[in-house]
């Protein structure tokens, strides 16, 4: 086990404080703007209490922090990682690299959407908000309270329908892995590479030149 150094705990805190700030910025460019062209243009929304609003931005915001921070902090992980862990790494990112090009289209798009489900899944609701809270905001017959009535019947409804479909293509996916589900001998390759890298350390310390004192 490696005991990490002062520096590499300090590198890791300032590389996921600059993701967090990354988040920050890139989601509150997106979000603030956001709020306030549908201020501006859309009179249901005009009409929402402030904090309701800005718990919408946070909402955007808030996660963006968090993914973007650990996404830099992983990233600062894996540039530090060395020795027979490095290896192991690269290896096994060079096999899911030739398992993804073997693959075909179909097999491409559905292993994306394996991976990528919880987005799909929240990228989907807030795509039937918009679009439902666009078209039922033109009938004019109903109130505020009847609308987002309306918006949230018809973004559960769509919701629904994409869990039933993200549920069935992961049992495919699953049944398709077990089929074909490989032997995992990633133990036996990490202790390959260790015994390699010490027996590289082994020679280089043998072929290292010895100083010489005079008698």
Partial sequence: MKILTQE??????????????????????????????LNRRWASYRALPLPLKVMGTVMVIAPCISIQGERRGLEFDRAHWTGAGKMELDR?????????????????????????????????????????????????????PQKIVQVRMWAQGLTIGVLIGAGILTHNQRQAALQRRPVDHSWQALLVEQAREKEEQTKAHLNAPTASYPL
């Fill in 92 to 144: 096994e990112a060079a096999v899911e690299e030739a398992r993804w090009e073997a693959l075909t289209m179909k097999e491409k798009i559905g292993d994306w959407a394996t991976r990528h489900q919880y987005s799909i899944i929240l990228g989907s609701w807030v795509l039937s908000v918009a679009v439902a809270g666009t078209i039922i905001s033109r009938d004019r017959h109903q109130t505020l």
């Fill in 8 to 37: 590499e705990i300090d590198g890791h805190t300032n590389a996921t404080i600059r993701g967090a700030t990354e988040g920050a910025l890139l989601s509150a460019a997106v979000a603030i703007p956001g709020s306030l062209l």
